[in-house]
């Protein structure tokens, strides 16, 4: 199985400011087709999870352009230019490569 | 707008059966893979399942393979997951999800499944 490993596990910022968020997967997630197969969400309190980015560095529909996604070989960043309160929840990345797919451990970001 | 509506969450013994089912709004329902994915509250995400469009090709975590059973019925627009054998270590949340990974990725709100005696 693929492992994803994030860092940090929390992370407090104050409005305003940048934030960055890591993931690193234990092999490539770079598809033959080209595709990498990364994906961010974010779980704010109470909902379901949500996609943010999707095959590495692009912005899902709604999505805020406060929001990018990276990715240097295996490992990968989610970048807030500007944080908002209603940022607040446990952001998550996911490998859609192969079966399983998996999740890193969340990060929780906090206002 | 797209609406996933999980149910038969519920609480059940251990060894017991749970059949969740996922009632998908509008016509796409069969353009898209669909996935179910757990997460016992305050902990993080574990992927169960997934099945293709037409319900040829399923694939299963090994912690569920040979006790859950994916489908789907693209008449009737609902994704389904037959629960067998359930553990303790089965109760969480379960989502339904369509198109995971990709750029119509969507969650249901969930259902909670509980396995205790």
């Known amino acids: 199985d693929i492992v994803m490993t994030q860092s940090p596990l929390s992370l407090a910022v104050s409005p305003g400011e940048p934030a960055s968020i890591s993931c690193r997967s234990s092999?490539?997630?770079?598809?033959?087709?080209?595709?990498?197969?990364l994906d961010w969400y974010v779980q704010k309190p109470g909902q379901p999870p949500q996609v943010l980015i999707y095959?590495?560095?692009n912005r899902a529909s709604g999505v805020p352009d406060r929001f990018s996604g990276s990715e240097s070989g295996t490992d990968f960043t989610l970048k807030i230019s500007r944080v908002e309160a209603d940022d607040v929840g446990v952001y998550y990345c996911?490998?859609?490569?192969?079966?399983?797919?998996?999740f890193g451990q969340g990060t929780k970001l906090e206002i | 707008e797209v609406q996933l509506v999980e149910s038969g969450g519920g609480q059940v013994q251990p060894g017991g059966s749970l059949r969740l089912s996922c009632a998908a709004s509008g016509s796409t329902f069969r353009r898209y893979w669909m996935h179910w994915v757990r997460q016992v509250p305050g902990k993080g995400l574990v992927w169960v399942s997934r099945?293709?469009?037409?319900?040829?090709?399923?694939d299963y975590a090994d912690s569920v393979k040979g006790r859950f059973t994916i489908s789907r019925d693209n008449a009737k627009n609902t994704l389904y997951l037959q629960m067998n054998s359930l553990r303790a270590e089965d109760t969480a949340l379960y989502f339904c999800?369509?198109?995971?990974?990709?750029?119509?990725?969507?969650w249901g709100q969930g259902t909670l499944v509980t396995v205790s005696s």
């Open positions: 999800i369509r198109d995971l990974s990709g750029k119509d990725d969507y």
């Open positions: 095959l590495g560095s």
């Open positions: 996911m490998q859609g490569l192969q079966t399983p797919y998996t």
């Open positions: 099945m293709n469009l037409d319900g040829s090709v399923t």
């Open positions: 092999q490539g997630l770079l598809h033959s087709n080209g595709d990498t197969w």
